[in-house]
């Protein structure tokens, strides 16, 4: 970016003559997806004036010389080149093909020539990687799919990448988060230069939510909050090594067939005498060849196990562990443990909760 643009305060640069408020310029590049890439073309490039939708002329460019290839293996082709932006108030770069290859020069130049003459450029998902080689993003906050943020903030640390938000608006660069969140930007766009009532019907023709945001969606729970590659050496380690191998499987009752009473009788059996290690327990195997692959920890040994996971390896493995088994999330506290020691033997194995009466037997 030149010192004399850099100089102008950003609320300050008015759109030069040449360019159009109303026309937005899409850039493409080979290799990019073609969903993020379409959501600017749904948005801009359809008269909907009969819903009340202000109408935008739309400019498709090729960002470089090459076959236009969608990551389907769609060859596309771009009406218009780099030189059709030079009349664009808005510029959008939906994606970025590769976070690891540098943007090409005559794309990045193009970008900052948009920007130095008052034109809106906005970064979809991807994109954002763009326009910060293109210096745009310095000193600036932003967006971008969350599974990338930390490699964009590493790359370019004057950036300030949040993965939190959807979208980011700071003036006259904006970015969004990944793939649908596009979606929100474009409609935030639309709402930004025609009002709420635009933007709603717009929505409505999209099929969409109106207005969404990271607090409505919990946007937070996308973030990358894998299970740990090594669960380590303690003695529920194996039990929760085999318990993660067989999520796929149904955890019902049937399938277990042992009582909590009889869990607590085989825990006390195998544990250690004079101080010995305390031994590691292995689900047993039902004698059912049908289901000879399937553990026999019960009712109780399953709340027990997955409250013993909370403690030992974090509270997602063992919600992973229950959701998939359909067993009910467990709780840090191992209610299963507090039970009275009399209510895990009575009846047919079946434990007395407080404040409930023992049905007869028979």
């Not at 009788?265 to 005498?273: D, E, F, I, K, T």
Request: proline share 8%; aromatic share 4%.
């Amino acid at each position: 970016m030149s010192q004399d643009s850099a100089a102008v305060p950003d609320a300050a640069r008015k759109l030069a003559a040449r360019r159009r408020r109303e026309i937005v310029a899409v850039l493409l590049f080979s290799g990019g997806p073609i969903f993020e890439s379409s959501i600017p073309l749904s948005v801009f490039g359809i008269d909907r004036q009969d819903a009340g939708v202000p109408r935008y002329r739309l400019l498709v460019c090729a960002g470089e010389d090459v076959p236009l290839r969608t990551t389907g293996g769609l060859e596309l082709s771009a009406p218009y080149g780099l030189e059709a932006i030079a009349r664009a108030g808005t510029v959008v770069v939906p994606a970025w093909r590769s976070i690891t290859q540098a943007p090409p020069p005559a794309a990045l130049d193009a970008l900052r020539r948009a920007h130095e003459e008052g034109a809106r450029i906005v970064g979809l998902c991807t994109g954002a990687f763009v326009l910060a080689a293109a210096g745009l993003l310095d000193g600036r906050p932003a967006t971008t799919h969350w599974m990338y943020a930390p490699t964009l903030a590493k790359r370019y640390p004057s950036v300030h990448v949040d993965p939190r938000e959807l979208f980011v608006d700071d003036g006259d660069v904006l970015t969004s988060a990944g793939t649908a969140a596009g979606i929100d930007l474009c409609l935030h766009i639309v709402r930004t230069d025609h009002g709420a009532d635009a933007a709603n019907a717009l929505a409505r023709r999209l099929v969409v939510p109106q207005r969404r945001t990271a607090a409505d969606l919990g946007h937070q729970r996308y973030l990358d909050r894998s299970l740990p590659e090594e669960i380590g050496a303690d003695p529920l380690a194996e039990v929760v090594a085999w318990a993660l191998e067989h999520l796929h499987e149904q955890f019902d009752v049937e399938t277990l067939g042992a009582s909590p009473a009889a869990y607590r009788a085989a825990y006390r059996a195998r544990r250690p005498q004079n101080g010995a290690p305390e031994p590691v327990l292995r689900p047993e195997r039902v004698d059912r060849p049908e289901r000879g692959e399937r553990a026999a920890l019960g009712v109780g040994g399953v709340d027990r196990f997955a409250a013993a996971a909370v403690a030992g390896h974090g509270q997602a493995t063992a919600l992973a562990t229950a959701e998939a088994g359909e067993i009910g999330r467990p709780q840090p506290d191992a209610f299963a443990a507090r039970l009275p020691e009399a209510s895990l033997s009575r009846g047919a194995g079946r434990p007395v909760l407080p404040g409930q009466r023992e049905r007869p037997v028979g």
